[in-house]
């Protein structure tokens, strides 16, 4: 969106990069603003597809390289930041079942239940790329090879976002599809998730829902990830503005400052019918119910003030 402080980008994980997705990222490199991908419908990597977790994850890797590769031909500067799930900036989601998670989110999980004494923010950058885990040292290694463990041929050490996050949800998902109540019940509750005799008698798709936002109400990943790569209104303003405002009253939108004039953006309106609702971004001042403001349409300009209407909040 216009005047936005960043540009999050959904993508179907099997879907991939689309013509919607290049214009969004054009449209967002042209603002300037710091991009956010969240690969969407997850679930259908498991259901869908029936991809083994190694599968999966190379699925994964491919739908960021190519977003990547998009951000790197629009903006035909090296130095953009690209998206990778240990820096934060990739999130993985699936409505239907109602999860959203980040290596740092899962990173904080693991922490608490698999993997002891490792710095949380450390491990999440470990969670994502050529990372092997060596079980006998407690070492991480860029490859099987450097482990010292003895593997096992049918089962060989796996990169650590395999391991430590694809592993677990596929777990959850073969339980919840395969298994009776009763063995899934003592599944759940050794993973923390306590169900009531209501849900663990749902269809898929409803426990799947109940079991997810049990597993993941300890985490923030949204939250976290929004904080981490979108600036704050003070940060973002001044950039914002240069491509779209002159005058004496930036100085306060730059600001953000509450007792400047009142200046705010209006991205939308909804219409109830009786009348009209509108969503929009104050840049400065405080907007107050009763209070009567000025509003500039879309011919306004300093020169020519006709397209102004008057207006109660």
């Not at 990597?45 to 790197?72: G, M, T, W």
């Not at 035909?76 to 993985?92: E, G, H, I, K, Q």
Request: charged letters at 20%.
């Amino acid at each position: 969106r216009e005047h936005a402080s960043a540009a999050r980008i959904d993508l179907d994980v099997v879907e991939g990069v689309q013509l919607h997705t290049k214009m969004c990222i054009q449209n967002a490199i042209a603002q300037g603003l710091p991009i956010s991908l969240v690969i969407s419908k997850f679930d259908r990597l498991i259901v869908e597809l029936k991809l083994p977790p190694n599968d999966a994850y190379f699925q994964l890797r491919n739908v960021i390289a190519s977003v990547n590769q998009e951000i790197q031909s629009c903006s035909r500067n090296a130095s953009y930041p690209l998206l990778s799930p240990d820096r934060n900036n990739v999130a993985f989601a699936s409505a239907q079942h109602g999860f959203l998670f980040t290596c740092r989110s899962f990173a904080e999980l693991q922490n608490d239940h698999s993997v002891h004494g490792i710095d949380i923010s450390d491990f999440s950058k470990r969670l994502w790329g050529d990372c092997y885990l060596d079980p006998s040292t407690g070492q991480f290694q860029t490859s099987p090879r450097e482990c010292r463990s003895i593997m096992d041929d049918s089962k060989p050490i796996q990169r650590t976002f395999v391991q430590f996050v694809l592993e677990p949800i596929y777990k959850i998902y073969t339980q919840c599809l395969g298994e009776h109540s009763s063995e899934l019940n003592s599944y759940l509750r050794s993973i923390g998730v306590l169900l009531n005799k209501e849900q663990l008698r749902a269809s898929a798709s409803p426990l799947l829902k109940s079991v997810f936002t049990k597993f993941f109400t300890s985490t923030s990943a949204w939250v976290d990830m929004v904080i981490e790569t979108v600036p704050h209104p003070a940060a973002a303003a001044p950039g914002k503005l240069a491509r779209t405002y002159t005058g004496e009253i930036t100085k306060y939108m730059q600001m953000c400052d509450p007792n400047g004039p009142l200046v705010m953006h209006c991205t939308k309106q909804y219409y109830d019918g009786t009348s009209f609702w509108t969503f929009g971004r104050i840049y400065s001042g405080t907007i107050r119910p009763a209070e009567t403001v000025k509003v500039l349409g879309e011919g306004y300009n300093e020169n020519d003030a006709e397209d102004v209407s008057v207006a109660t909040v």
